[in-house]
């Protein structure tokens, strides 16, 4: 026990803020959330427990369909775009342009702003009826639409919302492009390949762990994703449910229904849904994720 | 050398560490819920100086208000301080719901008859019979209607502050430019759609950019009540289910829908745009629509925002040889169970209510203030257009009834009624189907509750 501490009491003592930070504000919670997912707990008195009854009301909810629905539309639509793009500008900005420092700050700096409250709501004049885009397509004689009002995009405007924050990923992109060995687009410009070829057997293959990477962060991220969808929406994921994304109808379960049992039982489908897209990419990987190590 | 650096930099490793787990220790306990009650609240030099908080919904005209009348008390009772958050009106309800969860809510709080149920249902509210009959509570002054307004299951949870009913609002100037007569103070569904048809009509022919009439057909409360009242139905039975019938619901949807095609009412997008802004961007205030409905106690705010002309209110239509609609609606003050100074709390309402400096600075903040003498202090103060206000509201609660109160789970059953209206508005849904599905889901939440 002195020897265990004298080696490493220092690093747990340094351990110790966020290790009382992580059990208070996340672990004890996920308990809690847990045990409340099989309670009828309706915020204003105590719990009592009703066995799988909330998770059995799930499963013939249409709402939770209809959440369901948008959420992974959201994901599939929203990740594969904003991988691509963050790639794309990553490569640009690869090729060494001059001011590379400015660009690489312009380019983060949605990331940073894009979950924020002012952007959703510049986002809602951006594309209203007489917002910035219908003023750009009436120069083309074009007769705009309110974008966010519309059931049939109002989504797809939380999706270039989520796409515009392609800035983390890129950095990650630029870091992983700097690292591809020069000698193999030597060895292969001496074969005579040109840039897209280069691109498909070179760059993507060196890169495809930090792909791996970013295509899971971004996965976790777009399934949770929340706030400018409440702002766009009003909070009620209208219209016509058009923006109901899964955290969005959790809330609204949990804080504007008092049913806090029953959102903490859709907090744990979540859970479970993530976890087996997750596990599904982690299976694909080994087919097309290159491993220098092998 | 080295071994002193070494334990020089252990020492002040140690020192770092043990100030940040300190500070968070310290971070976490000085963080006291605000609005809380968490602390026995003894002063050291006046020995028994007790703190209360008081929660409201609103906004900053309303904040600066409530802040002088809070002021006010503690002028009046120097032993007692009062705490004040406050928040808007959506934010209110989901904060209050978790703070008397988390035991940290505030002694008095603002009530809404449409929520009264979801918390005396749940025992969140204190019975105020005790401070009434001991005499802490003055409702001498409170007329008799207003006052039963506060009982609930044969128990006082609330206590009036402010009465008022729901009317249609118009601008004269906009009727001026347009030309058209002015909407009449009684007036029936038809006359009512005819009146947007013709809004529309005349606007487009002298090319505003305008519609006739807000679309309402997802209010639950108060618009579609006042439908069901005309209908000789109520919305909720006393015991708490639905009590209108099928094609009562259809007929609703089936106006707005003949009003929509018709283009006398804003299209479901536009409508969906304009739906969660502030009062200054709405339509109504931005000129898009002639007629909107709304609680009479807002009045003035709409004339502050008017370039000008004059802003009245008329009452909600009711159907032609039928019943009238109207009902009593109003603002409450409770207080929480939990509250550890209920006496205190219960003075700080009686002085709300019966103080006349206090009723001089509320004025018709939220509605017409509940006591008869409040009305007779606040009248000499008035605008035309506050005026105009208590005119209304008295001329209108002549009429009214009482309606019961939502039962528990009305906030559930008022989103889903916005959301099915907003279906048949785009025309995913008939009125009929409308009308099926919303009483499916009430049934769905109220055998819930």
């Known amino acids: 026990m002195r020897n265990w501490l004298k ?106 702003l894009g979950g924020s409250v002012a952007i959703s709501i510049l986002w809602r004049q951006i594309f209203n009826k007489e917002g910035l885009i219908n003023g750009l397509l009436s120069k083309f004689g074009i007769k705009g639409i309110n974008w966010i009002a519309t059931p049939s995009t109002a989504l797809y405007t939380l999706i270039l919302l989520a796409v515009w924050q392609f800035g983390s990923s890129m950095l990650i992109f630029l870091s992983a492009l700097k690292q591809v060995p020069i000698e193999l687009y030597e060895s292969a410009e001496i074969d005579g390949a040109r840039g897209l070829r280069k691109f498909a057997s070179i760059t993507f293959p060196m890169i495809t762990p930090i792909v791996f990477f970013n295509l899971i962060m971004q996965v976790i991220n777009a399934f949770q994703s929340f706030n400018s969808a409440y702002i766009i929406s009003g909070g009620n994921g209208g219209p016509l449910d058009s923006t109901l994304l899964y955290s969005l109808y959790l809330y609204q379960k949990g804080f504007s229904n008092f049913e806090m049992g029953y959102a903490s039982a859709l907090a744990w489908i979540l859970l479970i849904i993530i976890g087996s897209v997750i596990g599904l990419i982690f299976a694909t990987s080994k087919k097309w994720v290159y491993n220098q190590d092998e | 050398m080295l071994n002193i650096n070494k334990r020089l930099i252990s020492i002040v490793s140690m020192l770092i560490v043990l100030t940040m787990v300190f500070g968070l220790f310290t971070g976490c306990s000085g963080k006291a819920p605000s609005g809380g009650n968490s602390t026995n609240d003894t002063s050291s030099d006046s020995g028994e100086k007790v703190k209360i908080s008081f929660t409201w919904w609103g906004d900053t005209a309303r904040n600066a208000i409530y802040n002088k009348i809070c002021d006010l008390f503690e002028a009046a009772n120097p032993n007692i301080k009062v705490d004040r958050p406050f928040g808007s009106w959506a934010q209110y309800w989901d904060k209050l719901a978790t703070q008397i969860a988390s035991g940290s809510a505030p002694d008095i709080i603002g009530m809404h008859q449409d929520y009264v149920s979801e918390y005396s249902s749940r025992k969140a509210l204190l019975d105020l019979k005790p401070y009434v009959d001991s005499g802490i509570l003055k409702t001498s002054d409170i007329p008799e209607s207003a006052y039963k307004g506060g009982f609930i299951s044969g128990k006082l949870y609330m206590i009036p502050q402010g009465i008022v009913t729901s009317g249609y609002l118009y601008n004269t100037a906009t009727f001026d430019k347009l030309g058209i007569e002015y909407p009449k103070m009684d007036w029936t569904w038809e006359e009512f759609a005819q009146r947007a048809i013709e809004i529309k009509k005349v606007a487009d022919s002298k090319n505003i950019k305008m519609w006739g009439s807000s679309d309402d057909s997802g209010l639950l409360m108060p618009t579609f009540n006042y439908w069901v009242r005309t209908n000789g139905q109520v919305l909720f039975t006393e015991k708490g289910k639905i009590g209108f019938t099928q094609d009562v619901a259809e007929n609703w949807f089936m106006f707005w829908k003949n009003l929509r095609d018709k283009d006398a009412i804003p ?59 109207e009902y009593v609606e109003g603002s409450f003050l409770s207080i929480t169970a ?112």
């Open chain 2, 267 to 325: 299209d479901a997008s536009t409508n969906t745009e304009y739906a969660n802004l502030p009062i200054e961007q709405n339509l109504f205030s931005t000129g898009k629509v002639g007629i909107a409905s709304l609680p009479a106690n807002q009045l003035w705010l709409y004339q502050n925002l008017a370039k000008s002309g004059n802003v009245n209110i008329v009452r909600i239509p009711h159907l032609a040889g039928k019943a009238n609609g």
């Open chain 2, 338 to 449: 939990a509250s550890k100074h209920p006496k205190e709390a219960a003075k700080f309402i009686n002085f709300f209510i019966n103080n006349t400096d206090a009723q001089r600075t509320f004025k018709l903040e939220q509605g017409v203030p509940a006591t008869t003498t409040a009305v007779q202090a606040v009248t000499p103060d008035m605008t035309p257009v506050q005026l105009r206000t208590i005119k209304f509201v008295n001329d209108t609660l002549k009429i009214a009834g009482n309606a019961p109160y939502a039962p528990a789970g009305v906030a559930e059953i008022r989103t889903d009624f916005a959301n099915i209206a907003s279906e048949v508005a785009f025309n995913k849904i008939t009125p009929r189907e409308g009308a099926i599905k919303f009483i499916k889901q009430c049934n769905d939440v109220l055998s819930r509750k």
């Open chain 1, 7 to 112: 080696k490493n009491g220092a690093g747990y003592l340094f351990l110790l803020p966020w290790l009382i930070g992580t059990l208070i504000f996340t672990i004890i919670p996920i308990f809690t959330s847990l045990y409340l997912s099989f309670t009828n707990y309706n915020i204003l008195n105590p719990a009592h427990f009703i066995g799988f009854q909330n998770y059995s009301r799930i499963f013939i909810d249409k709402k939770f369909i209809t959440s369901l629905i948008v959420t992974f539309k959201f994901v599939l639509f929203s990740v594969p775009l904003q991988l691509s793009f963050a790639l794309f500008i990553a490569i640009l900005l690869n090729k060494g342009i001059a001011g590379l420092r400015i660009y690489r700050a312009v380019y983060y700096i949605p990331s940073l």
